[in-house]
Structure formats: structure tokens, C-alpha cells
């Protein structure tokens, strides 16, 4: 299931301050994301935590003025761009910081951050397991327990469909109905998640 996009009215209706099921959502989605991100590179708990408040309220303030157009690049871009220029900036006065102390652990931990491909991919990866994580938190009590464990145990965890099915003790074509079911949900609340959107 791939991912292109985010809700662009769900990012006006964060920028409306107000809502607060707008940014329950959106951080819902979005703040494991930033928060990883901030950890790959180094930061503490505590310091990944005041990142992620320094990004929200970053694009608080700039959610309007997002541009949705293809060519402008997705949401995801311009929240990763926002996260690395603040962690840029933390990292500068970390750096002067640091060099005032005498230490160089410090420098040679940012030295020896992946290439912003490579974040970016890690953060595309991370947002659509969060995504999906999401989607499925919200959906699963729409569906008695053995549809639901049909479907994990054979779409999540791999296990075979007649090993499933005897575990559960329904028959193999019951399992692979559950799943259908429980996958064509999941791909139905990831877009109303989603929206009408947006790359």
C-alpha cells in the first residue's frame, strides 16, 4: 500500500489552531515521525521532544501557506525540510557549544549522519508504518476478534492461510475472505486519512 499523500485540509484545520481532532491526528501521524528523526541524529529524549514542539509550532505558523501543488513537492518534503533546518540549527549551537568546551564527540556524531536521501527515505518509511498503524488502531474493533486475527497473522505476521485457518479453527477460504475484508478497510481509512490530496 503505497502512501503519496497527506490531507491538505486536514493541515488547514491545524492551522486554525483550535481543532484540537485536527492536531490529534496530525500528531498522531506526524510527531514518531520527527521525533525518530531527531533520535537517529543523536538528540536525547528530551531534546527529540522540544524538536518536535519547535516543528509543530513551526508549521502552526506556515500551514497556511503551504503550496499543494505537485511541483512544489509533498507535505512530507516540506515537514522534513522544516525538521532538518531546526535541527540544523540546533546542531549549530550544539557545535559552538561544544567547541567552546573542548569536546568533539559531538562533531563527529553530526559528521557521520546519513546523507538527506537517506533521512528522507527513513522518514517515508516511518510515516507510512505509522500511517498504517494508525489506520489499522482505528478500524480493528469494526471486526469480531478472528476476522481480525485472520488478518493479522496472515497479512502481518506471514503465517501461512492453512496454518491460520487451523489455528483458528474456520477454513482456509474463511481466512482468506477476513483478510480481503480487513485490507480493503484498512486501504478505505488510510484515504479518508489521507484525503482528497496531496503529494
Known sequence: MTLASTRYSLLLRIADGGDAAAWSEFLAVYEPLVYGLGRRRGLQDADARDLCQEVFRAIATAARRFDPSPEKGSFRAWLFTITRNLLSNLCRRERSQVSGMGGSDFLRLIEGQPAHDEH???????????????????????FAATTWQAFWLTAVELRSIGEVAVELGITSGAVYIARSRVLARLKSRVAEIEGEVLP
Not at 517515508?124 to 469494526?142: G, I, N, T
Request: glycine fraction near 0%.
Open 120 to 142: 528522507a527515505f527513513l522518514v517515508e518509511q516511518d510515516y507510512q508504518r505509522r500511517l498504517l498503524q494508525f489506520a489499522a488502531d482505528s478500524v480493528k474493533a469494526e
